[in-house]
């Protein structure tokens, strides 16, 4: 049951809350959702399955309910709360706005944290290090010789940093540090060991010390996945002690499906190894010949197993059976004997090098501890094995996936190669699953004190079984599931127009009606928003209607031409104006554009955005579900095709006063059997369907 004083804390927030802001009406949708939040936490739906999935439309105010209802119960019960996101938009608005706000209508102090991954600080001994010299061992860890600049650089950032004017975030520098830069400062879990006394005042370790002080963590889905993928806790709180508010969560599928992936070069790996091979001896010098021998041994042994035999594939492939695209993916992911005898030799190789490595790379730190050996020779060589050490992690994991037996039960592996656009004749072997629901399981929501996961966009064509298919998540198990509709008046202040069209977009001629329909939706509208599917589609149409643009004094800002921040600012500032701004867009568009009131009135959306099964991944996913007797674009294309665009017509209503219409030309919506039930899931538009064509 939950705890009194949790619901006394709850109800003066909201006292607070209207204090604090004029005109605070209040939401009953928001109401709701907190109480919800609060009541699944406190174990009143499930004593252990404590998970709420929650889809709140647009103006119900997610982010304040998630802190309303997790922080109070999570300070009384002694958790912390992690908030997980997508996009660092959500993050910076969470940061600077809504828990600032939170902070002074709640009645007890709490403290927050923005986290990062250790890959945004720097090591501060590698920094120093890298100012002293550049010695032969420092001077390999560069991928090309270093130019001047980039040693003034260095030399900037460490006297910045010694100063105390820098923390050590990449981020924070004023200037963009080049990637070739920051590989050579950046700290690694190897090297930047906060159990040795140099660096327990790096720039990560003071940032992790702050984080396990705050009572709230704010983290994107990517460095969540990175924690729970090594074992939890590790970066972030454990999972046993924190309650999850994970915003944005139909990202999260997507984002813990990229980090079990894993991608190696052959040419490339055999060519980085080489350059280890010739540091052995020196390491094992450093971490006593004596004792380290037999690790000096078998790292040279796999070493020189390795190197020929990645050469010797590259040398094996056939390059005519690549795609276009430059790909080759194995069908159901199965190998041919001869390279899946490879990728277990291959695999057992790298983790004997691995091993080793690391056994060296320890002795090293341990006499470095004991000053056995002097620094200045044990920190470049520290940061030499951490950098191989990683190099090699990743390599054990991509031919450990490649030597996976194909499994009788559950998704296979995609499995495909990709030539290496930096170097010919030089193949990327990239292994991928499928289906990556029971590691999240696994990882996080069987572990979890608390999990609230919230979206605009979580149900597909109305219904939450593709999202928990996605996520691993049982709709049977004690799990909570709201569909909370948007306050807004949708029927009185937005209109859906389908108009009549000639051709529907698979239509060779579709580009050229797109050009000839467009300006009828043009006329009289001072701000609208095109998407588009793809960007041939979009530049042809936008190369097509410039000169019109320009004589009807219609200014057309088309993304791709600047960056998006440019793009935006020109058509606030011709909206301010009452000049006519017209955005052409893609994707990336649909999602994360706010443009509230008068800066959107008209949304042109060219197309259902059903997604076409290109890469390896999508291919193999489709090839899969064809094999057990489904419909890949009934049962993936159709749902994710709802979900982006009901993100698409998102755009349009972003506060409970605006107003507008959305125009769809895209006639499948009323003339396919599947477009009823995309044309339902959409918010309740007042629809206007300009004729009618018998339905197929």
């Known amino acids: 049951m939950l705890h009194n004083q949790i619901k006394t804390d709850i109800k003066q927030c909201y006292t607070n809350l209207s204090a604090q802001l004029e005109h605070f009406i209040p939401r009953r949708a928001q109401n709701y959702l907190v109480a919800e939040i609060a009541k699944t936490l406190s174990g009143e739906y499930h004593d252990k399955q404590r998970m709420l999935v929650a889809e709140a439309g647009t103006g119900i105010g997610k982010s304040l309910s998630y802190l309303m209802g997790c922080i109070p119960f999570a300070l009384f019960n002694n958790k912390k709360v992690l908030i997980a996101t997508a996009t660092v938009a959500l993050q910076e608005q969470l940061v600077h706005k809504d828990l600032p706000l939170f902070r002074q209508i709640f009645p007890k102090e709490f403290s927050f944290i923005l986290a990062k991954g250790r890959q945004r600080y720097c090591c501060s001994h590698r920094l120093e290090a890298s100012c002293v010299g550049q010695d032969d061992s420092q001077l390999a860890l560069w991928q090309e010789k270093p130019k001047k600049s980039d040693l003034g650089l260095l030399k900037r950032m460490l006297a910045a940093w010694q100063q105390g004017k820098w923390d050590g975030d990449r981020d924070g520098w004023p200037t963009v540090v080049p990637d070739r830069v920051w590989q050579q400062i950046v700290s690694d879990k190897h090297s930047c060991n906060s159990g040795m006394a140099k660096h327990r005042s790096c720039p990560f370790a003071k940032a992790r010390e702050h984080m396990d002080k705050a009572d709230v963590i704010i983290a994107n889905h990517a460095l969540l996945m990175a924690d729970l993928e090594l074992g939890g806790g590790i970066i972030l709180s454990e999972p046993e002690h924190t309650i999850y508010a994970i915003d944005e969560a139909h990202h999260l599928p997507q984002v813990a499906r990229d980090f079990s992936a894993a991608a190696a070069s052959l040419k490339g790996a055999s060519n980085w190894l080489e350059k280890l091979n010739q540091s052995v001896s020196k390491l094992a010098d450093l971490a006593d010949a004596q004792k380290a021998g037999r690790f000096q041994n078998t790292l040279q042994e796999s070493i020189q197993h390795l190197v020929p035999t990645l050469r010797q594939l590259a040398g094996q492939v056939d390059p005519a059976v690549f795609s276009k695209d430059g790909s080759y993916r194995f069908p159901h992911g199965e190998l041919p004997a001869w390279l899946a005898e490879e990728a277990q030799g291959c695999r057992d190789a790298s983790k004997k090098a691995r091993q080793s490595l690391a056994k060296m790379h320890d002795m090293i730190t341990e006499r470095l501890k004991d000053d056995e050996v002097p620094a200045r020779s044990a920190e470049p060589a520290l940061a030499e094995s951490g950098h191989y050490l990683q190099r090699l992690e990743n390599l054990e994991k991509v031919w450990s996936l490649m030597a996976q037996p194909i499994k009788d039960q559950g998704a296979p592996l995609a499995r495909w190669l990709e030539k290496n656009p930096e170097q010919d004749g030089d193949f990327i072997v990239q292994v991928s699953p499928l289906e990556i629901g029971y590691r999240l399981d696994q990882l996080l929501w069987s572990r979890a004190a608390g999990a609230i996961l919230v979206s605009a966009t979580l149900r597909a064509l109305n219904q939450f079984s593709y999202f928990c298919r996605q996520a691993g998540i049982s709709e049977t198990e004690g799990t909570r599931f709201l569909a909370l509709a948007s306050p807004f008046d949708y029927q009185n202040n937005g209109r859906l127009v389908i ?198």
């Not at 050229?512 to 588009?532: C, K, M, Q, R």
């Not at 605006?658 to 538009?685: N, Q």
């Open 499 to 696: 108009p009549q069209m000639s051709c529907e977009p698979q239509a060779e001629q579709f580009t050229d009606l797109l050009i000839e329909t467009l300006p009828e939706y043009f006329e009289g509208e001072t701000a609208s928003l095109v998407l588009f599917s793809s960007y041939w589609q979009m530049n042809k149409v936008a190369e097509a209607l410039k000169p019109l643009c320009q004589k009807n004094r219609w200014e057309l800002l088309v993304q791709g031409e600047e960056s998006r921040t440019i793009l935006l600012d020109k058509h606030k500032s011709n909206c301010e104006q009452g000049k006519a701004s017209i955005l052409f867009g893609t994707g990336s568009f649909s999602e994360g554009l706010d443009l509230p009131g008068h800066l959107l009135r008209n949304l042109v959306i060219t197309k259902i955005p059903f997604g076409v099964p290109t890469s390896p991944v999508e291919e193999a996913h489709a090839e899969y579900i064809e094999s057990r007797g489904g419909n890949p674009f009934l049962q993936i294309a159709v749902p994710e095709a709802s979900k982006k665009l009901i993100q698409s017509v998102g755009r349009l209503l972003r506060k409970e006063q605006d107003f507008g219409r959305v125009v769809l030309l895209d006639r499948r919506i009323i003339t396919r059997r599947y477009g009823k039930a995309l044309l339902d899931s959409l918010p309740p538009f007042k629809r206007v369907i300009e004729h009618t064509i018998k339905e197929k």
